[in-house]
């Protein structure tokens, strides 16, 4: 069995931080060897893959986060990060992160917003 717990969002003024965080909640080899990623949905609007981070740590950005978001994991903790740094208010969303056993499938499966395991969300809402 596996849980994903999401923390940190909250509001900010456009041009401010947030730090999101998940807990990976389950088997150590699970973890060790999934890929686990950052996933975002604004209300009328499909689910857009945000960022993903590999068992590697090979990473991996949407267009429209890159240069200002950046996925990291701390394995100590089974513990994944989003830092996110000039929020604008198109980040307002709903963001979920999620895990997949699949590490051969890592960018296909984000792509497709596949993955097998899902936290149950963190609001974030940018204001102008």
């Known amino acids: 069995q596996v849980a994903l717990v999401e923390s940190g969002g909250g509001s900010v003024q456009a041009g401010g931080s947030l730090r999101l965080s998940c807990v990976f909640f389950?088997?150590?080899?699970?973890?060790?060897?999934?890929?686990m990623g950052w996933f975002r949905q604004a209300p009328g609007k499909e689910r857009e893959a945000v960022a993903y981070?590999?068992?590697?740590?090979?990473?991996i950005y949407a267009d429209s986060v890159k240069g200002r978001f950046t996925i990291s994991k701390d394995n100590t903790k089974n513990t994944l990060y989003l830092q996110m740094n000039s929020l604008k208010p198109e980040d307002t969303a709903m963001y979920y992160c999620?895990?997949?056993?699949?590490?051969?499938?890592?960018?296909?499966?984000?792509?497709?917003?596949?993955?097998?395991?899902w936290g149950q969300g963190t609001q974030v809402t940018v204001s102008s």
């Open positions: 981070i590999d068992s590697d740590g090979g990473t």
């Open positions: 389950g088997s150590g080899y699970i973890y060790s060897t999934s890929c």
């Open positions: 999620a895990a997949d056993g699949f590490p051969n499938l890592c960018f296909y499966r984000w792509l497709r917003r596949e993955y097998q395991y």
